[in-house]
């Protein structure tokens, strides 16, 4: 089965407010994850990494929270804008022993309302 | 600069057919990889390549599909006897190594009537 899940297949905001998209993981050899933000008919572009000796990352409006006991990693967005549109997808990578493949959960598809 | 591109953009096929699609990664990287995103789903991967060798296929699904890279820059996915299931969008992606961040491209979607 699947080692990276998400918790919510829809999460819909208001624009402004704050987005939180979570996902669980299960692969406990998994040390590195990251998110990717998919538009319609565009492949997947790279939002924020985050590695296993890290609990918190932030970036430009985005921040990623990593909780290792639970097994739980969570982007949160900024002051959502009508751009930020789009599924989310994280994913997780076993770092070392030459598997170097992604592995992607099912995504979240974040609605802005104005 | 130039991102990691794909042609074709849409391939349709029968039932049956061969079929090539093409990944020109980004300028210098090393690392390059193949990807199938079904409707609906994430990503799931296919084959990894370091340099001209693969060093990853666990992921294809059956030898029907086959992947090359035999200069260490752009690679061709070759699928023989397309069947319906095969279906999907075929993403690409770099990095200028392993283990850093891959970059994708904007994918081919294949349908086999």
């Known amino acids: 089965g699947e080692s990276v899940g998400l918790h919510l297949p829809t999460l819909s905001v208001q624009e402004g407010d704050n987005s939180i998209i979570n996902c669980a993981y299960s692969?406990?050899?998994?040390?590195?994850f990251i998110w990717y933000k998919q538009e319609s008919g565009k492949g997947p572009q790279f939002i924020i990494d985050?590695?296993?000796?890290?609990d918190k990352r932030q970036g430009q409006r985005v921040t990623v929270l990593l909780n290792k006991t639970v097994k739980h990693l969570s982007l949160q967005i900024a002051a959502t804008q009508p751009g930020d549109s789009a599924v989310y997808f994280c994913?997780?990578?076993?770092?070392?022993?030459?598997?170097?493949?992604?592995?992607f959960g099912k995504g979240t598809h974040l609605i802005i309302q104005p | 600069g130039a991102g990691v591109s794909q042609t074709p953009s849409n391939k349709v096929t029968e039932k049956g057919k061969y079929v090539e699609l093409r990944c020109d990664p980004i300028?210098?990287?090393?690392?390059l990889y193949w990807y199938r995103q079904s409707l609906g789903q994430g990503p799931e991967f296919l084959i990894y390549?370091?340099?001209?060798?693969?060093?990853?296929d666990s992921g294809l699904p059956n030898d029907r599909f086959f992947a090359v890279r035999p200069e260490g820059s752009v690679s061709t996915l070759k699928i023989q006897r397309t069947e319906r299931g095969d279906s999907a969008v075929y993403l690409c992606?770099?990095?200028?190594?392993?283990?850093?961040?891959?970059?994708f491209g904007p994918g081919t979607r294949l349908t086999v009537l």
């Open positions: 992606a770099s990095s200028l190594f392993p283990q850093q961040t891959q970059y």
């Open positions: 692969n406990s050899a998994s040390d590195y």
């Open positions: 985050i590695r296993s000796n890290m």
């Open positions: 994913a997780e990578r076993r770092i070392g022993g030459g598997a170097d493949g992604l592995t």
């Open positions: 300028s210098g990287h090393t690392a």
């Open positions: 390549f370091q340099g001209t060798g693969a060093a990853d």
